[in-house]
């Protein structure tokens, strides 16, 4: 079955300790995506990867990291997470990035919580 | 910057028909659109290209009016099914950024 896969669902953390939130699809895309999601604001863009080794800055990319060393796999890494990073953090696949007519396929989603 | 959405909100009754609009500043090539129950993740709908090609979905259908830089997604017959929170999304042209626009909430009542 094609799919994204997130893990934890569902977190809750301290201030300052590193964590990260894995994502994994199984459909050989090459663009993938973080994104997080807060009351009235919706949906925003933290980091997009075009393909491996190659990443860069959504539209929130402060106090994020990420890694995309294998094509299946593009981790969220919190260095030192702070409570305004509490949210709710969707993963998202599209076969690839550009002006193609692609659908982008959603995780189930991991609802972090910093205390 | 995001794309704005409107009406912010809309309740129905079963059977009414519902129009989303998406407005954007900048120049768009593509708009998709996104249905998002509470608590899950945003499931795609359609595609609207440049050029006026369009992939639908059952009865929703959506228009792209690109000198306007402006989407609109219809849903006609509504059902207690399409309750949700509507989304556009888009790759505005020179970036490969992906932006959602501001959210519709949409109920239908029985």
């Known amino acids: 079955e094609a799919q994204v896969t997130q893990n934890p669902r569902y977190l809750i953390t301290v201030t300052g300790k590193k964590l990260t939130v894995t994502c994994s699809q199984n459909m050989n895309h090459e663009y993938m995506s973080w994104y997080r999601q807060d009351p009235g604001l919706g949906l925003r863009q933290i980091y997009y990867?075009?393909?491996?080794?190659?990443?860069d800055k959504g539209d929130v990319p402060e106090g994020y990291k990420v890694s995309r060393k294998e094509k299946r796999n593009f981790p969220l890494i919190l260095e030192s997470p702070s409570p305004n990073q509490t949210s709710l953090y969707f993963c998202?696949?599209?076969?690839?990035?550009?002006?193609?007519?692609?659908?982008?396929?959603f995780g189930p989603g991991t609802r972090l919580t910093v205390l | 910057q995001q794309p704005v959405q409107s009406p912010q909100a809309v309740i129905l009754r079963e059977g009414e028909d519902a129009v989303i609009n998406c407005s954007s500043s900048?120049?768009?090539?593509?708009v998709h659109w996104y249905r998002q129950k509470h608590g899950e993740a945003p499931v795609f709908l359609m595609i609207l290209l440049k050029g006026g090609e369009q992939k639908g979905h059952e009865k929703i259908s959506a228009s792209f009016n690109e000198k306007k830089q402006q989407s609109s997604l219809y849903l006609t017959a509504s059902q207690l099914s399409y309750s949700g929170t509507y989304f556009c999304?888009?790759?505005?042209?020179?970036?490969?950024?992906?932006?959602f626009g501001t959210g519709t909430r949409l109920k239908v009542l029985a």
């Open positions: 998202a696949s599209r076969p690839h990035g550009g002006r193609y007519t692609d659908t982008q396929y």
């Open positions: 900048k120049a768009l090539y593509s």
């Open positions: 990867s075009m393909n491996v080794e190659v990443t």
């Open positions: 999304g888009t790759e505005p042209s020179g970036t490969y950024k992906y932006i």
